[in-house]
């Protein structure tokens, strides 16, 4: 019996759901910071639909290869031009010359479907940054590309009647796929993310179910609706539980996998879960599904630019129908008419999309290049996007997820004996430090972890890592190590108050809370204060030299847009009042007022160095940005931080209170 290639609403009630759970990822809903995996249920779904309908054209001997490419093009193509043409000139405008330049790049690399090969090597998915890149999300059409000029191959030299071989074929690669997946993310999460063969799997099991259609139990009575149920309640969960430190894809990828897997199963008996997925709404979104993925990023990277902020909730609302309408202009007014089309598939096609391509891929380049020009006649330096400092190991970046893989920073050749602690803000500073280190023959143990505090027994609501957990087990391994000193830098002022100048109200998302319940913000603050110091005592009972950084003064919005703005104004420099962030800092001045005479220790004050007397701070030089975003320093302005504390830098790496000034 042939498998029933009839249209599934369910199915698209599905694709719905997945690009739902995408948006609010990419929105930061505090409870979906698993979104994401609604790629991978898009992955299930075209791995069940390609196959489901191939399958019966290679059997009954009228399917061409060619017909088939053709056709994809044709599906995935238009719309993505589409987009491309309509976020280019924003992008133009937007953007400053270097970060059009990298749009113009990822441009060219989505229109040829490779994009996420390029940012495997160039823009890891779950950072802070990929947000701003209008076409981060276009990885995904690149492996869905790069899986359909394979996967029809492998179903002619397999598929027999009884799709026997073809199962067990794609079953083995499949397997070995999951292999790769869950190796490769241990050894570099970023290239296992984006490559095509960690990724296989997930169509191979949307094609192992299609295949074994033919082979469903037609007993399948008992509670129908339990099975389908369970599976929504398990991709929901995954889309709650899941974070950016899941091990991912890996093991636990089975989980959305296999409930997307079950959902469609279960979903050809009616069942209240499948009725529910074929509610109208559901359907109408799911058939705009790839117009909707396609325009919503370049929405919300061009709002998050042009605001130089993370959009609120209200904007967010008010750009919905922008986001609608524009999906449905893409899907009734291109996508349909073409996928539609009567004339058969062949070289008028082809000829007809190449040539906007080409086109496409022409305005690009120029745009790059008048970019560039305008950039050079400037001769501006400001306009270039600064980079973060991060010490890099044979051309790796020191970035940790656990204790399992701590790099070590400086003199390769000699025991560490000092201890870089804190977050993403002790992160750049750490190339400007490993030179120091080097110089004198020192090295380091880099314990950071991006988002955590270096203060024990407290955490953030909401947030994924467990800040407790690793903070505890770095204490102990310094208790027991040939560490003499630690340098601590983080955001600690914006963690204990609850805010930053970015965000001009208190954050439960940003607020540390001590692991012991407490009754309001007061006792709050003074329950981390507390811990504050007690982790600082904690250190210095071990005999360790304590040198803390306290917090680099915070600028409203992103600098380096700001900058550009103002530089287009002719109203730089770009300073901002220093008042602020004294208030919020006054619980970290303090803790290192009061240590100030204990010979262990030594504070380093930022804003003494990028503030000045006239009660305002400094965001950049002649020729140098001395920001990345709002708080977080460049390259450049780390280098300026610690040639200016090089003094105190120096009495914690030769030893704290053993060492003699030179």
Same mark, same amino acid.
């Given at each position: ?250 093991? =636990? ?21 499948? *009725? ?140 560490? %004996? ?46 994924? *890592? ?75 009972? =071990?005999?360790?030299?304590? %040198? ?63 503030? *000045? ?39 914690? =790496? ?9």
């Amino acid at each position: 019996m042939p498998p029933d290639t009839s249209y599934r609403a369910d199915v698209d009630g599905l694709r719905a759901l997945a690009v739902v759970l995408v948006i609010l990822f990419h929105i930061h809903t505090p409870w979906v910071q698993g979104g994401y995996i609604g790629v991978d249920v898009f992955f299930v779904i075209s791995g069940y639909v390609i196959t489901r309908g191939t399958a019966p054209a290679i059997t009954e001997g009228r399917f061409r290869l060619t017909t088939f490419y053709l056709r994809r093009c044709r599906r995935l193509l238009p719309a993505l031009i589409l987009v491309l043409c309509a976020a280019s000139p924003v992008a133009w405008y937007l953007l400053h010359p270097t970060a059009f330049g990298d749009f113009s790049g990822n441009a060219a690399a989505s229109l040829l479907f490779v994009s996420n090969i390029l940012y495997s090597f160039t823009d890891p998915y779950l950072v802070d940054q990929s947000w701003l890149n209008p076409l981060i999300h276009t990885w995904s059409l690149g492996v869905e590309a790069q899986f359909y000029l394979v996967f029809p191959v492998i179903l002619m030299l397999t598929l027999r009647k009884r799709n026997l071989a073809a199962l067990l074929a794609i079953s083995i690669l499949s397997l070995v796929s999951f292999v790769l997946a869950v190796v490769l993310t241990g050894i570099s999460k970023e290239a296992s993310f984006y490559l095509p063969v960690t990724r296989f799997w997930e169509f191979g099991v949307g094609a192992i179910l299609a295949l074994s259609e033919r082979y469903r139990s037609q007993k399948y009575q008992v509670l129908p609706w339990l099975l389908p149920a369970l599976s929504l309640l398990i991709l929901l969960s995954s889309a709650n539980l899941f974070t950016e430190a899941t091990y991912h894809p890996g093991p =636990m990828t089975l989980f959305p996998v296999a409930a997307t897997a079950l959902l469609i199963w279960g979903g050809h008996r009616p069942n209240f879960v499948s *009725r529910a997925l074929s509610l109208a709404p559901l359907v109408s979104i799911g058939g705009a599904s790839y117009s909707i993925y396609l325009w919503h990023q370049p929405i919300l990277a061009f709002l998050r630019d042009a605001l130089n902020s993370e959009p609120s909730l209200l904007t967010l609302v008010l750009c919905s129908p922008a986001l609608l309408i524009l999906s449905y202009f893409s899907l009734h007014f291109i996508e349909k008419p073409i996928r539609e089309a009567r004339q058969p598939v062949g070289g008028f096609d082809l000829g007809r999309w190449a040539a906007p391509t080409l086109i496409m891929l022409v305005a690009c380049g120029l745009g790059m290049w008048t970019q560039y020009s305008r950039l050079a006649s400037t001769s501006s330096a400001l306009l270039y996007e600064p980079k973060r400092g991060i010490a890099q190991i044979n051309g790796t970046p020191c970035l940790i997820n656990d204790l399992n893989d701590i790099c070590i920073i400086g003199d390769q050749d000699v025991t560490p %004996t000092v201890a870089i602690l804190g977050d993403s803000h002790a992160h750049t500073l750490t190339q400007s430090i490993q030179e120091r280190l080097a110089e004198e023959h020192v090295s380091a143990f880099v314990y950071i972890l991006a988002g955590c505090p270096f203060i024990e027994q407290v955490r953030r609501i909401g947030y994924p *890592r467990d800040c407790p957990r690793f903070i505890e087990e770095v204490l102990d391994r310094l208790a027991d190590s040939t560490v003499q000193s630690v340098i601590i830098s983080d955001y600690r002022s914006a963690y204990i108050s609850g805010m930053s100048e970015a965000a001009a109200v208190p954050s439960e998302s940003l607020a540390v809370y001590p692991l012991e319940p407490v009754d309001g913000h007061r006792a709050r603050l003074e329950a981390v204060d507390r811990l504050q110091r007690q982790t600082i005592d904690r250190l210095l009972g =071990m005999g360790l030299n304590v %040198t803390l950084i306290l917090p680099v003064p915070d600028a409203p919005g992103r600098v380096p847009a700001e900058i550009r703005n103002r530089y287009s104004s002719n109203s730089l420099p770009y300073r901002y009042p220093v008042q602020s962030y004294l208030t919020r800092s006054s619980t970290v001045l303090a803790l290192a007022q009061d240590y100030a005479e204990n010979p262990q220790f030594r504070a380093i004050f930022p804003h003494k160095v990028f503030c *000045r007397d006239d009660g305002f701070c400094e965001t950049h030089g002649q020729d140098q940005v001395y920001y990345t975003d709002s708080n977080h320093l460049s390259a450049e302005g780390a280098d300026w931080l610690i040639d200016a504390a090089e003094r105190d830098l120096l009495w914690s =790496m030769n030893g704290g209170s053993n060492f003699v000034d030179r």
